[in-house]
């Protein structure tokens, strides 16, 4: 049985890992409720747990994948045509074999998704680099200037080869050892870290997330009886 490790709690954004294959840990995590974790949540829980936590400096795999397309190029996904089919493409890196794609898979996967190259992305210039926008949203400079705090001043991006046929590997988020690199050329077999969150993760992050204007604010307070203290509450807030 695969255990599952839960290293981060309810704080902010809770996680947990498992060490297995990724087909075998992805199914563990769902199992118990977690979905794979994404670039940017992985981001926002290094900052949140600190550069020292074993998060931060320890790789994992994200649900981002990167496809190669001959005469094309290569591309990080938000569409990894590996978390559809999990076991399919483990089972061909354990046979030695790349995980190929049937046209309509590159299609899909490539609706979605930012060219990369093999260039070390300044950490002072993430908010300004399509890769690390697209990778980390509304928090990549954020997270450059933690990379910046933690005396990285690029992150690698670690690319296999293009072959004749195209082929998805899954992205590993290096730890900061290694600067957090973009890592696309890792076989699925090996016994490393599958980190998830739980389902409801997204949802909860979007619903913090939102603003409400003054005007909402003191609807809400005059439905529980709390007239008057409006303008204390938003000027707190400023």
Known sequence: MV????????RGTASAYVVAPFDVGKEALAKEGYRIISLQENARLRMQEGKDAFVSQNGNWVREGVVYVPNKGMFLTKNSPIMANAKQATDCHRKGQDFYL????VEQSLADSVELIRENIPTNRFAENKITVYAFGEDAQKYGDFLKEAQITEMPVFLASIGDKAFARQMWFRGLDFGSELYGARGLIDGNWVRGVPDSAEGTAAKNSEVYSPAQISAVLKTKGLTGIERILIDGLR
């Open 3 to 10: 255990g599952i490790y839960v290293d981060i709690k309810s």
């Open 102 to 105: 049937t046209a309509e898979q």
